[in-house]
């Protein structure tokens, strides 16, 4: 009897471990298709269930830690230090997002994309530490991420924050070095509508006793005070640092440490050296723990490589590549296309995410483009191609329905179709410049490929 009263109680275990394997993603892309749907919200603010999930999990790093957050500017600010620190022989980890094409660009060691394997085993580590604890895409992803960069025993590690700072997945993790590149509008409807209350959500990364790093000229009181609240040994743009420059070069001036004749970021833009001036403060802050010379800051500073961030991509007409997403970002990148001289003809490939400011983008930049291509985007948040129209209609775009028009908007139903349309209708002399989501970036990308080959 013995032997039998056992196997109706072996038989589901057995069962029920035969489905959980059967369930379980074996690829990247089935893992990613899960937790695109496994979470009920798709942001939710809040560190209690990741710290739960970090303490089993163990993360920790035995190396100087790097935290990036700011409304436009952390890639940048991300990718200068990752690229000064290896050209002076450092082991880089980089946690850096949204990604393009693949989801193994958001990790990088020393440089390379993550492999999926690697990335698997990471997945595979918090699920099984989780337990009943629900997590969102993005929180499950950062956790494997950083565990990923943990257990790979590096010199330094950079981590770029993603939705405002005090209540987003990374802030975690006690970083050495603190830093806000800017601070201007954007995700009001969790972040606040001012940039008093943004800035001190942005100041939430900030530790007491560590450096804490703000790039912006500007920076809300918000962010002084709690810096100071908490303690943090805080360095303002302009009182702690600072650059000048010419048209040949620029120098870095710091509490004790002064960089002369540098090259220019090859990152274009009016705004990279506030980034790349916060970048060489946080370096000034370690400069104990992590040195770099001279020679290693020049190069990896004109060396620096970043997609989509005013990318001028080489041919005609020529093609400009920048995911500003806000009217910030979107002034920065009216300047830049001020600043380029003269085109006959601008075209824009325009696709946003429907709860961006979408009007303040659009006034930004409405008086520097002639034909207008907007998308659609493939994703249930953004906005559709016919409401980007419908907003530059009530913004005064006035388009012109004649064979040779100062003005057009046609609607698209994705990045490729559209940029395929304004490459068959501009002249070799005209610019392209794509905008507005990561994803009109990427599906440019994508649709480049074959052309670039």
């Not at 970090?54 to 990036?68: E, G, H, S, W």
Request: some cysteine; charged content about 20%.
């Amino acid at each position: 009897m013995g032997r039998f009263t056992f196997r109706p109680v072996l038989r589901p275990i057995r069962v029920h471990l035969m489905q959980a394997q059967a369930n379980t993603p074996t690829t990247l892309a089935e893992w990613l298709a899960v937790l695109e749907n496994r979470h009920s919200k798709t942001i939710d603010m809040g560190l209690e269930r990741v710290t739960q999930v970090q303490q089993k999990l163990d993360i920790r790093f035995d190396c100087p830690v790097i935290t990036v957050a700011g409304t436009n500017g952390k890639g940048s600010t991300c990718s200068m230090l990752e690229s000064i620190l290896m050209r002076a022989g450092y082991r880089v980890g980089l946690y850096i997002k949204p990604h393009f094409l693949h989801f193994n660009e958001r990790a990088r060691l020393e440089g390379t994309p993550a492999s999926d394997a690697a990335l698997l085993a990471a997945f595979a580590a918090v699920e099984a530490q989780r337990g009943e604890i629900s997590l969102s895409y993005f929180e499950f992803t950062t956790l494997a991420i950083m565990k990923l960069l943990a257990d790979a025993k590096l010199d330094v590690v950079i981590l770029e924050v993603g939705l405002g700072g005090r209540l987003d997945a990374v802030n975690v993790i006690d970083a050495d070095v603190a830093i806000v590149t800017s601070i201007d509008i954007d995700h009001t409807e969790y972040l606040g509508n001012t940039r008093e209350a943004i800035g001190f959500e942005k100041a939430g990364i900030f530790r007491a006793g560590k450096t804490a790093i703000c790039g912006d000229p500007l920076p809300p009181k918000s962010l002084i005070a709690h810096a100071e609240a908490i303690g943090a040994d805080l360095w303002l743009m302009g009182r702690d640092f600072n650059y000048t420059g010419d048209k040949q070069q620029w120098a870095y001036g710091g509490r004790g440490q002064r960089r002369n004749s540098l090259a220019y970021p090859s990152l274009r833009g009016a705004n990279q050296l506030l980034n790349a001036s916060a970048a060489l403060a946080a370096l000034e802050a370690l400069r104990n723990r992590l040195p770099v010379g001279a020679q290693e800051v020049r190069t990896g500073l004109a060396t620096v490589e970043l997609p989509g961030r005013f990318q001028v991509m080489p041919g005609q007409p020529l093609v400009i590549l920048d995911v500003a997403h806000n009217p910030h970002a979107a002034a920065t990148l009216a300047q830049n296309l001020d600043n380029m001289g003269f085109h006959p003809y601008t075209y824009a490939v325009f696709g946003s995410m429907l709860d961006k400011d979408i009007e303040g983008v659009i006034s930004q930049l409405k008086g520097k483009i002639d034909h207008w291509c907007v998308t659609d985007l493939p994703l249930p948040r953004a906005a559709s191609a016919q409401q980007l129209k419908d907003k530059l209609l009530e913004a005064g775009v006035e388009p012109e329905f004649k064979p040779d028009a100062a003005c057009t908007i046609e609607t698209f139903e994705s990045p490729a179709a559209a940029y395929a349309n304004a490459q068959s209708r501009a002249g070799e002399n005209d610019r392209i410049v794509v905008f507005g989501s990561f994803l009109t970036v990427g599906g440019v990308i994508e649709a480049r490929k074959p052309e670039l080959h």
